[in-house]
């Protein structure tokens, strides 16, 4: 079983910076694709970013030139900074594996951008 952990949420100021961590209990060197989505109340989950196992990124245009996604094959973890937090981007962010065994998704953090 496919295991995904979430660290690093938490309440920032606006403008502020967070950096979220996903470690996955197995190899990433061979997966499809690893990435971030959020979601608020009320509303579907929300693609933010991923990265392919080509090394190739992604980002929505709400989050581009503000959040950056990479990865460390060594730990099998996941990162995802975030600078220039903005209020709207309050959710609980969600850490997603598409491999050949299939989709997992992690637990979710949440990320409060407020004053």
């Known amino acids: 079983q496919v295991q995904l952990v979430e660290s690093g949420g938490g309440l920032v100021q606006p403008g502020g910076s967070l950096r979220l961590s996903c470690a996955a209990s197995v190899s990433i060197i061979s997966i499809y694709a690893m990435g971030w989505y959020r979601q608020t109340p009320g509303k579907q989950r929300e693609f933010v970013a991923d990265?392919?196992?080509?090394?190739?990124?992604n980002y929505a245009d709400s989050v581009k030139g503000r959040f950056t996604i990479s990865r460390t094959n060594a730990n099998n973890t996941v990162y995802l900074q975030m600078n220039s937090l903005k209020p709207e981007d309050t959710a609980v962010y969600y850490c997603?594996?598409?491999?050949?065994?299939?989709?997992?998704w992690g637990q979710g953090t949440q990320v409060t951008v407020s004053s």
């Open positions: 997603k594996l598409l491999s050949r065994r299939g989709i997992y």
């Open positions: 990265i392919t196992g080509g090394g190739n990124t």
